[in-house]
């Protein structure tokens, strides 16, 4: 399914998903994924879906949100892979204009070193860069980039765009204990951030189960401060923690699994956002317990919590 959700952001308030990739194309393999290990790491772009295609799913899905009078605030490409790496991001937002919603696009932000994909961009209204460090090394470690990435053109790539994109930019670092979160390499993105035009950087912990077991989210104590550290730099203006859970608003159509599967392939669900979602469509726990049983789903214990999500054969279990 290519559009799905909506599902509650911690940036962008109620967001209707676009995955316009296929599971999991990457130019990164970032050590607290949620999605799994990458299964196709790569920087070239390809044709994916017909910009068509994902308009109409798009559209079908927005139409029936619209008319239980559901609220939208963003179509968003959050795909359970880079984004960027659709050879025809460009033309498909051109398309999605015409449906008169705000339109954003999560992206790790490596392809643009290329000009094609930052111009692909130009016409969306908000993009949220990912930015775990300020360091080669750390980078490396962290976000495990394809190896012909090299630090100094995804630099270059970052600086261009926000240098010429005019909508709104935001950023989001995600600390892991022992990794990037030291003073040392907090000030450094602190930094970089601060070249960016941001409107917004959020510090973000890893709250749902991430790929490598040992990652683990830092202690409270680093998140404050970081977030002293991020607001010394008067060009970031705004900085906001989202160390939490961000609600069970989840929304389903008609087609419940499919629905269902679509969101936590990306989205992984706590099971009190479950168990809301059951109630919300008036189906029994039976209905988990057949797609656990017929290995659709899985389900991980992070933090005190359980957390539902698509079956992944690259995940360390
Ligand atoms: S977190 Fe995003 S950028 Fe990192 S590996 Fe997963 S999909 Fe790719």
């Known amino acids: ?78 795909a359970d892979g880079e984004p960027t790496l659709d050879k025809n991001l460009g033309e498909t937002i051109d398309l999605l204009r015409d449906l008169k919603v705000k339109i954003a696009v999560i992206t790790n932000g490596s392809l643009l070193r290329s000009e094609r994909t930052r111009n692909s961009l130009s016409n969306c209204d908000l993009v949220s860069l990912k930015i775990d460090s300020g360091f080669s090394a750390v980078w490396k470690r962290v976000n495990q980039p394809v190896d012909e990435l090299n630090w100094e053109e995804f630099i270059f790539g970052l600086k261009a765009f926000a240098k010429n994109f005019n909508g709104q930019i935001i950023t989001e670092s995600m600390l892991v204990k022992g990794l990037n979160d030291s003073e040392e390499n907090i000030e450094s993105i602190a930094q970089f951030i601060g070249e960016l035009r941001v409107t917004t950087a959020f510090i973000s912990a890893p709250i749902r189960p991430p790929v490598k077991k040992w990652v683990t989210y830092p202690e409270e104590s680093v998140f404050l401060k970081a977030y002293q550290i991020y607001s010394r730099n008067d060009k970031v203006p705004k900085v906001e923690l989202l160390m939490n859970y961000e609600g069970n608003d989840f929304s389903i159509g008609e087609k419940v699994e499919e629905d269902f599967l679509a969101i936590i392939s990306v989205h992984p669900m706590r099971e009190d956002a479950v168990r809301d979602f059951l109630k919300k469509v008036h189906l029994s726990w039976g209905f988990i317990e057949d797609l656990l049983a017929n290995k659709k789903i899985t389900c991980l214990s992070y933090q005190n919590y359980q957390y539902f999500m698509r079956k992944n054969v690259n995940r360390e279990e």
């Open 1 to 78: 399914m290519i559009a799905f959700g909506p599902v509650p952001s911690r940036r962008l308030g109620r967001s209707l998903g676009i995955n316009n990739i296929p599971f999991k194309h990457c130019s990164y393999n970032c050590v607290y994924c949620q999605l799994g290990e990458t299964r196709y790491q790569h920087l070239k772009t390809a044709d994916f879906y017909s910009p068509k295609q994902i308009f109409q799913s798009v559209q079908e899905k927005l139409q029936k949100l619209l008319e239980k009078n559901e609220k939208v605030d963003y179509l968003t490409f959050v």
